[in-house]
């Protein structure tokens, strides 16, 4: 069955409160797209509420799991307000760009959006964070420097619902995914960065979409019916956070495709009603997308990276210079953490092969981890900005979402060969 | 039915999650901040982390009552300095060609600027273009 909005179930509990939030969180953030005002954040939470009452289930909070996730949002997110916004990217893009929003009661043009003497804020940049930011100022009515980080803490709620749930059937592996994601992202979180809820949404995405696509082309790999619904709003949230999702999605759609034509020269097809529901399904997640890819146009609003002649001239000396790509390469794929991390794929692939359980969810997971690792690489030698300053300051940030994806990888792989459940 | 072993595996994934409750504790352990309760309610609390010279700025672009700055070729060379000055006072907004002007306070005034208003680390300087 594909299906975008489970039924209620015990076992869809904490998916559907997850939906419920992250759709809350994405009907606000579009219509605040398309409309600019931040009147209509009371919309958004008006929403929010309904969509609550309507998809979740009461039943979710008498489980033992909704106090963990209680426990675990109040910890971050007061680890993050109580402490005032002081990372430099955090100060000079994200909560500036909140302030922008924030002063000029919406997302307007007149803000000073394509100002050139804040080009290093990079306006271009999506807006999920920088609205939440603003309307938490803005329901409070003044802004400072430690409340406008309650905003963005709620991108937290979601994605705590959906690794809860993967916790359910009591896998070790699920703890081992929620420790290995929290741990990884929430002090990027805390300071106000919005790198690690990038990483945080395209890794999940995997997990979700990988295991739906999995059961689609006929593998048991123990999908939820919630799965398809779940991840493709990990990938509409990860869109709006941050401009990893543009390297991110290719990578992941190559990785879909290849899974899908190994499994159709083994016979699996996927009928008409699921290619349509899926391209219906992309498009509805990344609506906000476009609609911010529109707004940029009309503003006048250019990324750092232009990929014209100049850039892959740029590249090409870099290659040949025997100097910078040895250093991208060092830098992202001799990493300690990275050779940690494939050194573990490789043995939760071997534990996996042992166990005979189905690969394709897990190896689509680790190919685009892959792919994206390629792909940053990619972008540090097209960059127009000097290399090694751009990977002292940026690498640790970037990385996160191969991390993400690869965890997402290694979890299922993992979480189907474990016993006596799996 | 299921091929054997799986706690094999699950021994695989208990050691690796051993591991990681030292990073989980790292990432966590930061003390919550309870003294900054209050701080939470109070409109621009927490500016304290932005460099003295951007708070004496504002406050010298408030007493001039003015709503746009440029900044001095000093100030623009040092990235932190103007990137603090142009978010932290917000909204009131860098612009090339405002005909006020935030300098060092050792910086010679140019020709064409008058002193405006002199603090401790910057000065105000009128440029009318």
């Known amino acids: 069955m594909f299906s975008f909005w489970p ?105 000073g959006w394509a100002n050139p003497a804040w080009a290093w804020a990079h306006a271009v940049y999506p807006k999920l964070g920088p609205v939440l930011a603003a309307q938490t100022a803005w329901l409070a009515g003044f802004w400072n420097e430690y409340l406008p980080k309650l905003g963005p803490a709620l991108l937290g709620l979601p994605a705590l619902f959906w690794l809860l749930a993967e916790t359910r059937n009591r896998t070790v592996s699920a703890w081992l995914l ?28 995997l997990v979700f979409l990988g295991r739906s696509l999995g059961a689609r082309l006929g593998e048991s790999v123990g999908a939820r019916p919630s799965d398809a619904a779940v991840g493709l709003a ?106 940690t991390v494939l050194a573990v794929s490789a043995l939760a692939l071997a534990l996996a092969r042992a166990r005979r359980v189905p690969l394709g969810p897990g190896l689509f997971a680790l190919a685009t981890a892959l792919l994206y690792l390629a792909g940053i690489s990619l972008i540090y030698l097209l960059s127009p900005f000097e ?25 299922l792989l993992l979480s189907r060969g474990e016993g006596p459940k799996g | 039915m299921k091929p054997r072993g799986g706690w094999a595996v699950t021994a695989v994934v208990s050691v690796l999650l051993a591991f990681s409750l030292r990073p989980l504790g790292k990432a966590f352990g930061k003390p919550i901040g309870w003294k900054n309760v209050s701080a939470v309610f109070t409109p621009r609390a927490g500016e304290e982390v932005l460099p003295p010279a951007v708070r004496e700025s504002r406050h010298l672009l408030q007493q001039a009552g003015a709503t746009e700055f440029a900044l001095s070729s000093e100030i623009l060379a040092d990235t932190l300095m103007s990137q603090r000055l142009t978010e932290g006072l917000y909204p009131l907004r860098l612009q090339v060609q405002a005909p006020v002007h935030l300098a060092g306070t050792k910086e010679p005034i140019p020709k064409t600027c008058s002193l405006k208003l002199r603090g401790t680390d910057v000065q105000l300087l009128a440029c009318p273009q």
Request: a positive charge.
């Open chain 1, 234 to 339: 990990c990938l509409a949230l990860a869109s709006g956070i941050k401009s990893e999702f543009s390297v991110f999605f290719p990578a992941a759609l190559f990785s879909g495709a290849v899974y899908g034509a190994l499994r159709y020269r083994a016979g699996a097809r996927l009928d008409r009603r699921t290619w349509r529901r899926a391209v219906a399904g992309l498009g509805i997640a990344l609506f906000p997308f476009f609609i911010w890819s529109i707004r940029q146009k009309q503003w006048g609003l250019q990324g750092w990276l232009k990929l014209d002649g100049a850039a892959v001239q740029r590249a090409l000396a870099r290659l040949g210079d025997g100097q910078t790509f040895p250093r991208v390469f060092r830098s992202l794929w001799l990493n300690s953490e990275v050779l």
């Open chain 1, 387 to 411: 290399v090694s300053w751009q990977l002292n300051t940026s690498a640790n940030r970037t990385l996160l979402t191969f991390f993400g994806s690869a965890y997402a990888g290694i979890y």
């Open chain 1, 178 to 205: 929620l420790f290995w994601l929290l741990a990884k992202v929430h002090p990027l979180n805390r300071d106000g960065y919005m790198d690690g809820w990038v990483a945080l949404y395209l890794g999940l995405s």
């Open chain 1, 7 to 111: 039924a209620p179930n015990s076992d869809e509990d904490f998916p559907r409160w997850g939906l419920a939030f992250a759709g809350a969180l994405l009907v606000d953030y579009t219509l605040i797209l398309i409309f600019g005002s931040l009147y209509l954040s009371y919309v958004g939470v008006g929403l929010l509420g309904l969509a609550a009452v309507a998809g979740g289930s009461r039943r979710a909070v008498f489980q033992w799991r909704f106090g963990v996730l209680f426990l675990l949002f109040t910890l971050a997110t007061l680890q993050m307000v109580l402490d005032p916004i002081s990372g430099w990217d955090a100060r000079s893009i994200w909560f500036f760009h909140a302030k922008m929003i924030f002063y000029s009661g919406g997302l307007f043009e007149n803000a």
